[in-house]
């Protein structure tokens, strides 16, 4: 089966031979305060500050999800709220989580087909960070890098965080823009479930010792520490770790790989539009995902599109949230091979 599901997508090619390689090397039972970890994880982090630009000064982290990150951040890096802008499922799971941590965290709501206006916003004096959401994955709408730089601009003395789970390792990102970005590793990154990397500036690791917040395992602030010799607060997901490492090393620099991407989204663009039966979901070309495309039909079209494409050998991602029943997604993910792509254009052209 080639799944386009955005998340978890599919892997790599290479990944069983590099399964295979771990265990040949004894890695799957190394012990993560050894020599052979902590070699493994400077080497991972140094690959992943080259391929996709990281900032120098900014620290890497091993955890397990993108919503450990959403606790991570606020019980780490917020002291009295946080400002959440949103304008799908996973922007405002984040938010509901926040606020189960931090009541006073606040919430802006913006339309699907609405480029973001940070001008627009009324942020309360007490807030000390801002949270969005790159990539919107529920619906297939993301925020350019124009808009998160005047962000920036407008709040200079706040830290911002980056929801960027279905986009990084697939977009260039500006990582400069904020402080805070984290991403699951089942989706750009081509690997399988079980861990996600959070990434901090300066300021961020600034914030977090002078809160000094260390009550959890995955407080910021002991995480900070152990990473000073290259380890984690607790036993971390070692195969994906390796996994990571050794995708990096024969992979392209993110400069590359996003153009490869946009070419492929310039080619579903003109194919999806032509489709009699579905149109593109999100309108808008100024806001629309490069890495995931949402596509609306009718109920029962979208019923017959899957189980037809199931029967075919491909699987399509499920419409989500309030678009369960009248949208597929398809994963515009690095790790879906050319030939891959050519099946399930040709599937939907020929569908009837």
């Known amino acids: 089966m080639i799944s386009f599901y955005p998340g978890p997508s599919k892997v790599y090619p290479q990944i ?39 900032p120098e000064s900014y620290q890497v982290f091993f955890v397990s999800s993108a919503t450990e990150c959403w606790e991570i951040i606020s019980q780490s890096l917020v002291q009295h709220a946080s400002f959440h802008v949103y304008n799908g499922a996973f922007g405002e799971k984040w938010y509901d989580y926040a606020r189960k941590l931090q009541p006073a965290a606040h919430g802006f709501s913006f339309g699907q087909e609405e480029k973001l206006n940070p001008n627009l916003w009324q942020v309360p004096a007490e807030v000390e960070l801002l ?19 005047s962000i920036r601009q407008l709040h200079p003395q706040r830290l911002i965080a980056v929801d960027a789970t279905s986009s ?42 002078t809160l000094g917040e260390n009550r959890h395992y995955n407080s910021l602030t002991s995480m900070i520490h152990h990473m000073q010799s290259w380890q984690t607060t607790h036993t971390p997901n070692v195969l994906n770790i390796y996994l990571l490492m050794r995708t990096l090393e024969n992979r392209e620099g993110i400069e590359q790989t996003a153009q490869t991407i946009q070419e492929r989204y ?80 040709t599937f939907l052209q020929e569908f009837r």
């Open 16 to 54: 069983p031979q590099y399964v295979l390689e771990a265990q040949q090397q004894g890695l799957l039972s190394i012990n993560h305060r050894s020599e052979e970890f902590v070699a493994m994880s400077a080497r991972t982090i140094q690959l992943l500050k080259q391929r996709l630009n990281i």
């Open 131 to 149: 949270a969005l959401t790159h990539n919107e994955t529920s619906n297939g709408t993301a925020v350019d890098m124009e808009i998160l730089k």
């Open 168 to 209: 990084m390792a697939g977009a260039h990102l500006d990582l400069s823009l904020a402080d805070v970005w984290f991403a699951s590793v089942q989706k750009c990154f081509g690997l399988p479930a079980g861990m996600a990397l959070l990434i901090c500036s300066p300021a961020a690791i600034r914030q977090a010792n």
């Open 266 to 345: 310039t080619r579903w663009m003109q194919d999806l539009q032509a489709l009699p039966y579905a149109s593109l979901l999100i309108k808008n070309a100024a806001v629309r995902s490069q890495t995931v495309i949402a596509v609306e039909a009718l109920p029962e079209v979208i019923l017959q599109l899957k189980e037809s494409a199931r029967k075919a050998g491909i699987i399509l991602g499920n419409g989500y949230g309030i678009w369960k029943t009248t949208t597929f997604r398809i994963a515009n993910f690095p790790a879906i091979e050319t030939y891959e792509i050519e099946k399930l254009r």
